[in-house]
């Protein structure tokens, strides 16, 4: 009887087919995911796996069909994408003003199972190869007829994280855009609703914007729409000649050039080009910070939201950029002081061979290496000449406060853990960093008076590890140290510097310091140390499928998370993680900004959200003491650091 069920679906399903022309395209999966929900209570059969094995040779419709078997309970949804497989013209189809698009209908992955709509592999510019190595973006042309947006597109060459071997294509200029609603021309619907484009970290150097890591499910779901994108990383997105030719900046140049995308086309996936708000981590974070110091960024969104990394990090810009690009020709072989023959041979080189030669670059053994070094990060932004198409011609601290739009920002309680993963690959780097400490001295600080180094060393070291070695029995103070040098600190004084302008929208500041099962990049990498890394928080903002399925939804990860997404919506909707509401909420406090400065207001975020004053009091008194003392180059100094302990 089940059999013959089954036989009478997929039939109604070939009718349908067979007449979609009739049928909008979600009304005809509607139709068929309706009739297909009976299958919801059946049992696998002989039968049914004899059928399942023989009933197309399509590998699409097969895998479909499997999956049907195995997981019965989902048997309406994976219909759905049955028919749009099958089917011609099937799926919404939107026309942008280059083109037209067709994309899917998707279920989310979460317990409330709320439908959207999905377009990936979008191009936003033309495949940076060839001549247009090393060059900023080049605009798309028009195309005619319907472009399938169903698949993601190539990443952009990089290592990739999790086995250490190449991966990507300089064919790599792509975005995402998922949303909960679409535009209806026939009724004049159009829900503009607040537009979310995120900016993935990766120290310049790796990643992309696929779904692999950042799945819209949660974000998407909150009533927002979410633009992901990818942007050239490493030597082929921020090489620097300093010189008109290659100036650097490219990767920034990419972003920009998506933004325009976003600002032209977003209207007609359902969003509002005058309720734009980026986002980013790590590096994605800097570069949202780096888009508010920009001239060529303005106009281009309307809030920001900086992840654990701002423009003053003292790893978001490059120094001698022109240097380590003939570093990396040396690397390569090129061995040459012609600025055109250099860029001559790297426009030659395969992808792949730059990017493993920008690996070797950064903390080999016996290199002379300096905080950038320390943490492995080869190409970075810089300050460009001032010539027409430059990002970035002055540094981050002169262009202070930037763009007057709401700012997010914040840094994860023990970012400093990440330094496990440099551990992993390099285990001598405590011993080095026990026998060279300066190299975790911050630039500001360095100095070519040996005296005033030391000194500088000796009370950074007193104050963390108490005169002990830096080793794995004291590493709790070496993540301290990280932590406030990298993050903290440089976030702290961007608030500061912002507080001396004229600067009228609010800023809001969070610790994240939840360690819970969803911290991404602790469980990705195998970490087991206690405590909140870089790039935790991401777990609670993203669906990745490899955590959420195990949690219950009454879970404290999943409360945490549920309390996130909505302040991290309602930010970019209104400006505000905590507006007043007339519905039931989830979030049951009240946000405050950052008002005064000498005493900084701040959201603690663990298992309860709690608002406070003045994070890591003691190691951000002694920081502002060594900066007031040293920084400014004063030697003459017998302040005892003994009160800071």
Request: glycine residues 8%; charged residues 20%.
């Amino acid at each position: 009887m089940r059999i013959q069920w089954l036989c009478i679906v997929l039939l109604c399903a070939s009718g349908l087919l067979l007449r979609c022309d009739a049928l909008p395209p979600a009304a005809l999966g509607d139709v068929v995911a309706n009739a297909a929900s009976s299958l919801n209570s059946m049992k696998v059969t002989g039968a049914w796996r004899r059928l399942s094995s023989t009933v197309s040779e399509s590998v699409g419709l097969k895998y479909a069909l499997r999956r049907l078997q195995a997981v019965p309970a989902r048997a309406a949804r994976l219909v759905h994408a049955l028919v749009d497989r099958m089917r011609v013209g099937g799926g919404p189809i939107i026309t942008t003003q280059l083109g037209t698009l067709r994309g899917r209908r998707v279920i989310a992955r979460t317990s409330a199972q709320t439908p959207y709509y999905s377009f990936k592999g979008i191009r936003y510019a033309q495949p940076p190869r060839g001549p247009l190595r090393f060059r900023p973006p080049a605009p798309l042309e028009s195309w005619s007829g319907v472009r399938d947006a169903l698949e993601e597109g190539a990443v952009c060459p990089h290592r990739f994280m999790l086995f250490d071997t190449y991966k990507g294509d300089e064919d790599c200029l792509f975005l995402n855009v998922y949303t909960p609603a679409l535009p209806d021309k026939i009724s004049g619907y159009n829900p503009k609703l607040a537009v979310m484009v995120w900016i993935h970290g990766g120290a310049f150097a790796v990643g992309s914007g696929n779904a692999f890591l950042y799945g819209p499910d949660h974000l998407v779901g909150a009533g927002v729409v979410l633009v992901t994108l990818n942007y050239r990383l490493g030597a082929l997105g921020f090489l620097s000649l300093e010189n008109e030719e290659v100036s650097g900046n490219m990767g920034l140049k990419d972003q920009v050039m998506a933004l325009k995308w976003v600002q032209e086309n977003i209207e007609y996936f359902g969003g509002d080009p005058q309720r734009v708000t980026i986002f980013g981590e790590s590096a994605g974070g800097a570069s949202v910070h780096l888009h508010m110091l920009s001239s060529a960024s303005k106009g281009l969104f309307h809030g920001a939201i900086a992840q654990s990394g701002l423009a003053l990090s003292p790893w978001a810009l490059a120094k001698d950029p022109r240097d380590r690009a003939f570093e990396l020709g040396r690397e390569l072989g090129i061995d040459t002081n012609s600025t055109a023959e250099l860029l001559g041979y790297l426009r030659a080189t395969p992808s792949e061979l730059l990017v493993k030669a920008g690996v070797r670059l950064t903390g080999a053994p016996g290199k002379s290496a300096d905080l950038q070094n320390t943490v492995s990060l080869p190409f970075l932004p810089v300050v460009e000449p001032d010539i027409p198409e430059a990002f970035l011609t002055k540094s981050p601290k002169e262009l202070q406060p930037g763009a007057d739009v709401p700012l997010l920002t914040g840094y994860n309680a023990q970012e400093g853990i990440i330094l496990f993963r440099r551990l992993q690959r390099y285990p001598k780097l405590l011993s080095e960093l026990d026998h060279e400490f300066k190299r975790v001295v911050p630039p500001e600080l360095t100095s070519s008076d040996e005296e005033r180094s030391i000194k500088v060393m000796d009370h950074i070291r007193a104050f963390y590890f108490q005169q002990r070695p830096v080793d794995v029995r004291n590493i709790d103070s070496l993540i301290d140290l990280f932590t406030d040098v990298m993050f903290l600190r440089p976030a702290l004084e961007t608030l500061k510097l912002q507080a001396k302008t004229n600067r009228t929208s609010p800023t809001y500041f969070y610790r994240f310091a939840f360690d819970g099962a969803l911290g991404l990049f602790k469980r990705m990498l195998g970490i087991n140390h206690p405590g909140v890394c870089h790039g935790d928080e991401m777990g609670y903002l993203f669906y990745f499928s490899r955590f959420n399925y195990r949690l219950d939804d009454d879970s404290p990860e999943l409360k945490v998370s549920k309390k996130m997404v909505q302040m991290w919506t309602n930010f970019a909707k209104s400006g505000n993680p905590t507006p007043a509401i007339d519905y039931e909420s989830v979030v049951d406090f009240k946000w405050l900004p950052v008002n005064d400065t000498s005493h900084i207001n701040y959201l603690d975020i663990t298992e309860n959200f709690t608002l406070q004053t003045d994070p890591e009091a003691k190691r951000v008194r002694f920081w502002d003491w060594l900066y007031e003392n040293y920084a400014n180059k004063r030697t003459n100094n017998t302040e005892s650091t003994s009160e800071l302990q």
